[in-house]
């Protein structure tokens, strides 16, 4: 596949990670008294709330738009890695245990992200010469 299938295919899956954050931040802000709850119920502060929201929709745009593609991958890998813990960790439970390998494969695709960088349709791929793109994914 040539460079611009390459970034046409990295766009799409730029696409569809951000809108997963974008999703849930949505459903956040919407129900966020039932969210602030949730949190307490698992030992978690409800003034982290705030600042979960923040994280998944500001990732969100970030991703979507491939700016600051490389950092934004880590935090919401690590976001991803901590919910899973903190949220999904009752391995007795099937349903907790498909959440959890559920954050855990969205770590992984945000890692293969990092990995590859966000492609030549991002702004971080914008006015970069060719051989800097491509140096960038080796």
């Given at each position: 596949?040539?460079?611009?299938g390459?970034?046409?295919?990295l766009?799409?899956?730029?696409?569809?990670?951000?809108s997963?954050f974008?999703w849930s931040?949505?459903?956040?802000?919407?129900?966020?008294?039932?969210t602030?709850?949730?949190?307490?119920?698992?030992?978690?502060?409800?003034?982290?709330l705030p600042?979960?929201?923040?994280?998944e929709?500001?990732g969100?745009?970030?991703i979507i738009?491939?700016?600051r593609?490389k950092w934004?991958?880590?935090t919401?890998?690590g976001?991803c890695?901590?919910t899973?813990?903190l949220?999904h960790?009752?391995?007795?439970?099937?349903t907790?245990m498909?959440?959890f390998?559920?954050?855990?494969?969205?770590?992984g695709g945000?890692?293969?992200?990092?990995v590859?960088?966000?492609?030549?349709l991002s702004?971080?791929?914008m006015?970069q010469?060719?051989d800097?793109?491509?140096?960038?994914r080796s």
């Amino acid at each position: 596949m040539d460079e611009t299938g390459e970034s046409s295919v990295l766009l799409v899956a730029r696409f569809l990670l951000g809108s997963l954050f974008l999703w849930s931040g949505i459903g956040q802000v919407q129900g966020y008294d039932e969210t602030a709850i949730f949190l307490a119920r698992h030992g978690v502060i409800g003034s982290l709330l705030p600042v979960a929201i923040f994280v998944e929709l500001a990732g969100a745009v970030l991703i979507i738009t491939g700016y600051r593609t490389k950092w934004t991958c880590l935090t919401l890998a690590g976001f991803c890695v901590m919910t899973a813990l903190l949220f999904h960790a009752n391995f007795a439970d099937r349903t907790q245990m498909f959440h959890f390998l559920k954050n855990v494969a969205i770590a992984g695709g945000l890692l293969a992200l990092y990995v590859t960088g966000p492609g030549r349709l991002s702004f971080d791929g914008m006015g970069q010469p060719e051989d800097q793109r491509t140096a960038s994914r080796s």
